[in-house]
């Protein structure tokens, strides 16, 4: 951590300072130029906040240097995080890896129409089943999900079909009806409901993390820090676009986040077409950046009728729009190495 | 609420699309022109959403023309919501109406601190004590408050001063321990867990609900319109800044909002200072603009010793200045017909 | 258009704006619903902006349906727009139609400079050179461009490699010196400096117009209308990343607008990776996405020493880098019916 | 200027880019720690750029200790700059300084509109009239404005009240026009049209500059840098709003500017609330905001007939509601030492 001290500061103030971080257990180097003097500090800094500097009003600047995320670092363990799930690896093993599908509808509605949509998907190469049993929606006043029993529908959709399911969950009183789940996922909107990422985190199940609407990378990688602080290992990082200026489309798809993410951390990253656009018509057009860009995965909302789905229906690809897709999205895994259908 | 069909719709579209919504008891103006048909809903159309009209490929584009949220709505209800709490009174009730003063530290950090705080702030004329047990961190490794100890606490300073208390809930599990406290606070990062919120909601205190760093006024009052609609009647409404491009403040204030919030709601609306700007040195300016816009009140971050705060320091000011503060806004409320302090 | 009136507006308002209107030219549908009246205006409503309804305090809201852009509308000229620059074509003519690559520095720095990058884009396949002579700089105290000089030394790399050459005008008294060069290209800070736009859509050649950093697609519509109302027809659209909240690459390059301009207009839009993410080594997995949403084209920087350029040395690939990516962007292009390289 | 090294830098790179440095001139403190090595740069770095040391793979982090600005910056000009034009004095001069209130139409649509609306004004305690003679319009099918002829009717309002007048600039080549003009206008849309800057700094007379839609106060005073660089030492900076997520106002007024700038350079800050929130009746709200901030001046929209107006009627006030808010504007200023009537 880097501390730019104004160029008039006190040297007593200095001496406070210094002498305070050494009782910390930091050592400090000092650089004095004409302009400014500087403080280096060297010792675990993850603790410090750059604000906390700033309450002192000599302080001009701070700049952090490594990494406030330890755990979800690639610098920490430079392996890419491999999550096995069903049949279903998430994460690039090995060359010619298979690239992680999660498919479904945006909400479970009813027994056929899951089951209808789950067979579908997996027919089409689909390894992962989504639908939403608890909805966080806008309005108090629109469908809220089924709840507990959606779960139990998307538990006999696994049974039929033998996908591992993802499913968000939004209280942490939920959890026990998550038992069956396979993957949890949390919400964009409770990106940062620290409460629940700790207690998610004990749960011991892989985690499926949505980018919040308007959260930095370095927040994003926080998040996931406070899940693996918790005690996950398999954290699932997933774009789903941002709030921008503009609203042509329902989110901004954030495409450069891939390749930054897969720098910056070993676990795995998808991204969600379906909720970036919010227009059927331009889902394929956006997966195949996806897949270009090296995702690890993606996640698509299908759903056998969409003009009557309670959710979402505006940006949901019908089974057979899907399944072309897969077929196309598999050239251009292709052409990185990685494959999206089985032989 | 109207919705604009494409120019070619086949007939047994609009008349596929009309008999849906004529059986869910809305009636149906038809408007034809040369570029669009148009259907004019009448009825109660609250629980539709625009995006699922989309989901039809004939349909260009939805707009409402009433408002989503009703409860919340001057609309529904014309008076201001005046909300009692001790000695306090939060929105306006009548010319020369006091505006509430929240005061008091980012974090409580021992029973010395927040005694010492609260008994200046109250001197100085804050009606109603703040201070973090539960603090929602960026990071897993910073001070994340002290918990059940700092309610107590903050119990404790309530008991010495007569203060009134509002402190931060962050997951209902937490619930049992404000029994004492007067106003929950939801913070900006959970303005959309709307479990929480539900569950807030039914609580029978008053809500002090921070608006999200990028949620549009409208999703601010759909997230009181939840509160509302589970059985909050006193909910506070409270800007704090806002996300933006730029990054010279901690956030941006959007002190507009505050005149646009009180023409469509009949609740009250405070200003955040602190958290907008994160200096402490515009915080004083920044809460004159609160007072000149007519907020209902404002909160602001008062600590001892800022350079020793576990949290928030940099913005926090020390109590003469805040005293100073106090004798400036009141002769700024003065000129809109208000006060600050008792006379 | 639609325009919303408020519930209770007097009989009187609305025949005076009824009749204002009639006057003008347009049909008037009048709607009546319990919430609100609705006029729905039949005539060319490009000329009414619309912020003048609102003036009237009786206008709740006012809604385009057709777009206000003419000329730029896929509505209006429903065939691509194809643009023949050298051997260069730019626009989707027939199937296996070749992608437009512009390629070269950031800015002409020497003749020996441009030449040698001329040469190796030239032999990796680019069929344009770009190279700026007039840099719109953050500082005024930064590198300001060669100016006529470098406007000379980039005829000589066209007279050198045969390349078509596209560079940046940013004032309307360098024209003159703009003879020779083959496509003018507006900076994303001047789309919306309309004297320019206006004087530049009479000179009889192609515009590559960048989108502004803030600017809607709606508002680069508009700016792409300025120019062909003046007399354009050959609008290239580039893409160049949005600013948001986030940081992290030097803009946030918005994907999904190669899909969305392509079905709202019939002019080509290209991807400029370079600027969009500010740093080399995310360029190509950029240009890749650019392919695979089906851009018509990219423009990239290329430097020979990119840590001694002038300007943009951060994001500027090297030849051998820019060779082995546009191999690869060939294959990309060939799963969509293209191409980018010659047979 | 601190330039941070990645962890394991081969020495021979470092001494290569410490050569360089010292060759222009700086002195270079190295510190090394655990983590990374810290450059630090003494001399005058307002020429380097941070992207430049960024083309080296092996550079982290660049951070600039000093501002990029030096004309504009309070550090180097300690006193406030006060203008004189006419009458008005604008910037912060001595105690009881008067602000500076400029209003007037949006454009200048005829004689009559012109000088009623310019008595009106400065009856009601305006000093300086607006008027948009070349209007800058999203759409090239809207009203441009007068152009020249517009400009004379300023010209005749000038000499008819006595006000000096500030009007847009568009191009350089209107410049001839603007010899009566006592203040240039520059528009939000060409902040950062460099060209435009350079010519107008050497006008010699005042400069209005607008901050851009989405430009950083940084970017803000670097585009004054321009002005000053070329010649200008009379610039007053104007905030009107920037581009956020949100669009219930027409832009976000960013209040905190005005104490940011103010303590940044000593050159006068302005607010125009009027094309900050776009809607007439929250203009007086914010420009009692902009009062209490501290700005030292506002600029505000007047026109007899709000409805008939061809640009903004949405937004102007009528000239007996701005006389109102003058009287009460007026009580808000002489809180912090100023005035804005006359005795």
Redesign the interface.
Known sequence: M?V?LKPNTRPDAVETLVSQLEEKGFKI?I??????M?L???GDT??L?E??F???DFV??V?R??S?YKLASRAFHPDNTIIRCGNAVIGREANNARLAVIAGPCSVESREQLITVANAVKAAGAQILRGGA?K???????FQGMGAEGIKLLLAAKEATGLPIVTEL????QIDLFDGVDIIQIGA??M?????L?EVGMAGKPVLLKRG??S????FL?SV??LM??GSRDVILCERG????????RN?????V???LQKETHLPVIIDPSH???????VP??A??A????ADGIMVEVHNN??A?LC?????LTPDVFADLMR?LD??AA?EGRKLLSA
Not at 276 to 282: D, L, P, T, V
Not at 312 to 316: A, K, P, V, W, Y
């Open positions: 880097i730019v180097h650089s004095r130029g004409e302009e400014a500087v280096g500090l060297v993850s603790r906040t604000e906390s700033l309450a002192n001009e600047r700049m240097v490594s406030s608890f966080p929606r806008t309005s108090p006043y629109s939004m209280s942490i009183n909107r409770n940062q409901n620290y409460d629940l700790k609407l308007s930095t990378v370095k927040e926080m820090e406070y602080a918790a941002i709030r921008t200026f503009d609203s042509y489309t901004t798809l954030d495409i450069s891939v390749p930054w970036a656009c919010g227009m059927s018509w331009m057009t956006l195949k950046a897949v270009a860009v090296g969409p003009p789905a979402d229906g505006e940006q949901s196309q050239r251009y052409l």
